[in-house]
T-cell receptor
Framework: QQQVKQSPQSLIVQKGGIPIINCAYE??????FPWYQQFPGKGPALLIAIRPDVSEKKEGRFTISFNKSAKQFSLHIMDSQPGDSATYFCAARGQTGANNLFFGTGTRLTVIP | NAGVTQTPKFQVLKTGQSMTLQCAQD?????MYWYRQDPGMGLRLIYYSASEGTTDKGEVPNGYNVSRLNKREFSLRLESAAPSQTSVYFC?????????????FGEGSRLTVL
């Protein structure tokens, strides 16, 4: 059973557009929601993260929107650039144990010049 | 500043052969992890080590074994490789024991089993 559901699987936008990637979860015990960015041939790297006590977090052109009541969160990329083309993973962390990070299935983003 | 280093980066095996993927981190992290990445399935946890001296199964442990050699090194062994184990394998580490919110990944090892 997928603990975190991510959509869409792939996304193509024009340069300057605002791609949005959505994730949903069921476990209300999750307490930390990171997003990872992965370029081809590289490992994922932490991009931005949010805790459930805030509804939005911005870092540069990247914004996480969090809806606790709906158990959904999303990543928005403002003024997207071809260099943002990558695979993005959302994740959610449970409160106990070392095996407590659950990943979505990933979204492959392509930004066309 | 190497971070997490994995070797080898590429490997081709025949069915039934064995091999070990090596991972080392130089960030003094307590927890280490092995994931596999397959198209459309995201990152799936194979094994993890919360701290030196301990290892535990993740979501997809069958066909694999691990060794936490010391605090820096965590290896993944395939005893008898199968085509279903064709994948990209990632090692990761986390600075805080038992809290895998921030993971630092290696660059991956691409394994093909014929």
């Amino acid at each position: 059973q997928q603990q975190v559901k991510q959509s869409p699987q792939s996304l193509i936008v024009q340069k300057g557009g605002i791609p949005i990637i959505n994730c949903a979860y069921e476990n209300t015990a999750f307490d930390y929601f990171p997003w990872y960015q992965q370029f081809p041939g590289k490992g994922p790297a932490l991009l931005i993260a949010i805790r459930p006590d805030v509804s939005e977090k911005k870092e540069g052109r990247f914004t996480i929107s969090f809806n606790k009541s709906a158990k959904q969160f999303s990543l928005h990329i403002m003024d997207s650039q071809p260099g943002d083309s990558a695979t993005y993973f959302c994740a959610a962390r449970g409160q106990t144990g070392a095996n407590n990070l659950f990943f979505g299935t990933g979204t492959r983003l392509t930004v066309i010049p | 500043n190497a971070g997490v280093t994995q070797t080898p980066k590429f490997q081709v095996l025949k069915t039934g052969q064995s091999m070990t993927l090596q991972c080392a981190q130089d960030m003094n992290h307590n927890s280490m992890y092995w994931y596999r990445q397959d198209p459309g399935m995201g990152l799936r946890l194979i094994y993890y080590s919360a701290s030196e001296g301990t290892t535990d199964k993740g979501e997809v442990p069958n066909g694999y074994n691990v060794s936490r050699l010391n605090k820096r090194e965590f290896s993944l062994r395939l005893e008898s490789a199968a085509p279903s184990q064709t994948s990209v394998y990632f090692c990761a580490s986390s600075p805080v024991r038992g809290l895998a919110g921030e993971l630092f990944f290696g660059e991956g090892s691409r394994l093909t089993v014929l």
